[in-house]
């Protein structure tokens, strides 16, 4: 006989839509493991969306075995023009426990005259 174990904490859903969401993602503040893993299951569509929500991102997928949180960046759309202009894109992942991944990050540019520079994150261990 095989029994089912909860991913979640007890008495707390474990999915979202249909997201899976284990601990120590939860569902509510009280249903994760700190702040930063708390997660807004929205009603504003069918079926409903995760968002993480210390960084207001909608979430994908989320994978312990694989150790990644897949979220979805918005659109940030430019206009086009002859000033050449820095422009930053995205979040910050500054102050939480999440990094950059090195292998799961696609970016897709359109536009008029881009030029794209992306920042490399390193890791410094011993």
């Not at 991913?7 to 601990?23: A, E, T």
């Not at 503040?29 to 969306?49: G, L, M, V, Y």
């Amino acid at each position: 006989m095989a029994f089912a174990v909860p991913l979640s904490k007890p008495n707390c859903p474990d999915m979202c839509g249909n997201v899976i969401i284990p601990y120590p993602f939860g569902i509510g503040q009280e249903c994760s493991a700190n702040p930063s893993f708390t997660i807004d299951c929205r009603n504003f569509t069918n079926p409903k969306t995760p968002f993480l929500s210390s960084l207001d991102l909608q979430v994908l997928e989320v994978s312990l075995r694989r150790g990644i949180v897949i979220v979805n960046q918005p659109v940030s759309p430019m206009n086009c023009s002859t000033q050449q202009k820095e422009q930053s894109l995205g979040k910050s992942l500054f102050g939480t426990p999440f990094i950059f991944s090195r292998f799961y990050n696609v970016l897709i540019v359109l536009g008029c005259k881009n030029v794209v520079m992306p920042s490399w994150f390193m890791t410094i261990g011993s």
